[in-house]
């Protein structure tokens, strides 16, 4: 069974920086792509960043040029660098992989960003 735990979120104040991490059981993702996707409460899930099993890397227009995403088969990891985080950027923060047309999400994690 795929299991996906996110962790790394905090409080901080805005143009501050976490790395999130989300760590995958179940499954060697070294062969998936895998994605960061955030919510507000009362708003669609929307997507944030991909990272594909060759390393190649999108992003969403908002977060692009302050958030990295990055991974680590050997660890079973994806990461997400934030930096310059905004208020806007508060949200919970989903991890996601694809696996033979199911989609499976982590419990998420909060990132709160104010002064």
């Known amino acids: 069974q795929v299991q996906l735990v996110e962790s790394g979120g905090d409080s901080v104040q805005p143009g501050g920086s976490l790395r999130l991490s989300c760590v995958a059981s179940?499954?060697?993702?070294?062969?998936?792509?895998m994605a960061w996707y955030r919510q507000v409460p009362g708003k669609q899930r929307e997507w944030v960043a991909t990272?594909?099993?060759?390393?190649?890397?999108n992003y969403a227009v908002s977060p692009k040029g302050r958030f990295t995403i990055s991974r680590d088969n050997a660890k079973n990891t994806v990461y997400l660098q934030m930096n310059s985080l905004k208020p806007e950027d508060t949200a919970v923060y989903f991890c996601n992989i694809k696996v033979g047309g199911l989609n499976y999400w982590g419990q998420g994690t909060q990132v709160t960003v104010s002064s």
């Open positions: 179940g499954i060697s993702v070294s062969s998936y792509s």
């Open positions: 990272v594909s099993s060759g390393g190649s890397r």
